[in-house]
């Protein structure tokens, strides 16, 4: 009797270690993965994996082995939704994404009423966190701190020149550009031109036609690299020799690709440069044995997902709730892209806006470099 009890107890023992030992934490990363801004999502989806490989193999999250599921919003709001709705229905606990601010506003109230957790890797616009939901984060800046360096920077260094402000009237492109035409003014610069322009458009010769009759030298994109690539392309080729800059929409090689050797001297507001800092040294040997370039939001992703994992630890909780608190609480977080704390509404502490330009490498490839 007393041997069957211990046997009993032994194997009672056993399962739950079983048990414990292969439970799963479902997480989401939703963004792009289709469409034309598919070049950003890869860059989601490449940190998130990375991740959560990396996790697993020292043990997972809080003894939890981590399945990672993807979703396709492509920079679409009702997508998102959608993407958002699924999720909540999968039974996920904690996204990263989405990539797009007009698709994480609508799609994190979703997550909000339901109990999920979310860090944005990306999406910069003020009004992501300016709600003050209890479960909505970012590893990025705000749209009003990167407008006021690049409006710092044309105030300085671009004084007296005729500046046209540029947007795709979208959440992210517009509000990007009145954050940055708000601080230029109050800087003294008043923009000689403001238009919008709709996303998917393919031809600017009317734009570039009348900014040209008013001698514009300095353009001011608020917008994605898509038509802010076409844009740059077709002023080059009706002659127009003004100079571009633009913030974080426009980080991604493909930006080159669309808008040729004419992107040359574009100037763009990003934070300082993830790849290079030697918190990231071990991610990015794992990423160049595979034979990825890490560019822009990928380390940010990456970021993300180290947050979620030590605020659970810390928290010794995986209760979305009780992780965002712990978020919120001040506590610091050791990341691949250095540290970082959040304030109440779930901004990260720091400033973290600087000027790059696009140059030609060695290789004869124009990208991005931090001034």
């Given at each position: 009797?007393?041997?069957?009890l211990?046997?009993?107890?032994?194997?009672?023992?056993?399962?739950?270690?079983?048990?414990?030992?292969?439970?799963?934490?479902?997480?989401?990363?939703?963004?792009?993965?289709?469409?034309?801004n598919?070049a950003f999502?890869?860059?989601?989806?490449?940190?998130?994996?990375?991740?959560?490989?990396?996790?697993?193999?020292?043990?997972?999250?809080?003894?939890?082995?981590?399945?990672?599921?993807?979703?396709?919003?492509?920079?679409?709001?009702k997508?998102?939704?959608?993407?958002?709705?699924?999720?909540?229905?999968?039974?996920?606990?904690?996204?990263v994404?989405?990539?797009?601010s007009?698709?994480?506003?609508?799609?994190?109230?979703?997550?909000?009423?339901?109990?999920?957790?979310?860090?944005?890797?990306?999406a910069?616009?003020?009004?992501?966190?300016?709600?003050?939901?209890?479960?909505?984060?970012?590893t990025?800046?705000?749209?009003?701190?990167?407008?006021?360096?690049?409006?710092?920077?044309?105030?300085?260094n671009?004084?007296?020149?005729?500046?046209?402000v540029?947007?795709?009237?979208?959440?992210?492109?517009q509000?990007?550009?009145?954050e940055?035409?708000?601080?230029?003014?109050?800087?003294?610069?008043?923009?000689?031109?403001?238009?919008?322009?709709?996303?998917?458009?393919?031809?600017?010769?009317a734009?570039i036609?009348?900014?040209?009759?008013?001698?514009?030298?300095?353009?001011?994109?608020?917008?994605?690299?898509?038509?802010?690539?076409?844009?740059?392309?077709q002023?080059?080729?009706?002659?127009?020799?003004?100079?571009?800059?633009?913030?974080?929409?426009?980080?991604s090689?493909?930006?080159?690709?669309?808008?040729?050797?004419?992107?040359?001297?574009?100037?763009m507001?990003?934070?300082?440069?993830?790849?290079?800092?030697?918190?990231?040294?071990?991610?990015?040997?794992?990423?160049k044995?595979?034979?990825?370039?890490?560019?822009a939001?990928?380390?940010?992703t990456?970021?993300?997902?180290e947050?979620?994992?030590?605020?659970?630890?810390s928290?010794?909780?995986?209760?979305?709730?009780?992780?965002?608190?712990?978020?919120?609480?001040?506590?610091?977080?050791?990341?691949?892209?250095?540290?970082?704390s959040?304030?109440?509404?779930?901004?990260?502490?720091?400033?973290?806006?600087?000027?790059?330009?696009?140059?030609?490498?060695?290789?004869?490839?124009?990208?991005?470099?931090?001034?």
């Amino acid at each position: 009797m007393k041997k069957t009890l211990l046997a009993g107890v032994a194997l009672a023992a056993t399962l739950a270690f079983a048990g414990a030992a292969n439970a799963q934490l479902k997480m989401g990363v939703t963004g792009p993965i289709t469409g034309p801004n598919a070049a950003f999502g890869k860059q989601l989806t490449d940190g998130a994996e990375q991740a959560v490989a990396d996790f697993n193999a020292a043990g997972g999250i809080m003894g939890q082995q981590i399945t990672l599921s993807k979703g396709d919003d492509v920079s679409d709001p009702k997508q998102g939704v959608s993407v958002a709705n699924k999720f909540v229905g999968d039974g996920i606990k904690f996204v990263v994404g989405p990539f797009n601010s007009g698709v994480t506003i609508p799609s994190s109230e979703v997550y909000a009423e339901n109990g999920v957790l979310v860090i944005t890797p990306s999406a910069t616009n003020p009004k992501v966190t300016e709600r003050k939901l209890w479960n909505v984060f970012r590893t990025c800046g705000r749209d009003d701190q990167q407008g006021a360096v690049a409006a710092d920077y044309i105030a300085k260094n671009l004084k007296g020149k005729k500046v046209a402000v540029v947007h795709d009237k979208t959440t992210y492109g517009q509000g990007l550009a009145d954050e940055t035409k708000k601080a230029m003014n109050k800087a003294g610069v008043k923009e000689a031109m403001y238009e919008g322009v709709n996303t998917g458009e393919k031809d600017f010769s009317a734009l570039i036609t009348k900014m040209k009759n008013a001698g514009i030298d300095v353009v001011y994109w608020g917008g994605l690299h898509t038509e802010g690539g076409l844009i740059i392309r077709q002023m080059r080729d009706q002659g127009l020799k003004s100079v571009m800059m633009s913030g974080d929409g426009i980080t991604s090689d493909e930006f080159a690709t669309i808008g040729g050797p004419g992107v040359e001297g574009t100037l763009m507001t990003f934070p300082p440069e993830p790849r290079t800092r030697p918190e990231a040294a071990k991610v990015m040997a794992a990423y160049k044995a595979k034979g990825i370039n890490p560019e822009a939001y990928t380390l940010y992703t990456y970021a993300a997902m180290e947050v979620i994992k030590q605020a659970a630890e810390s928290a010794k909780s995986l209760d979305p709730k009780k992780v965002a608190e712990k978020i919120h609480s001040g506590m610091k977080f050791k990341t691949v892209i250095g540290e970082l704390s959040y304030d109440k509404k779930g901004d990260i502490t720091r400033p973290d806006y600087v000027m790059y330009t696009w140059k030609k490498g060695a290789d004869g490839k124009v990208t991005y470099v931090q001034n």
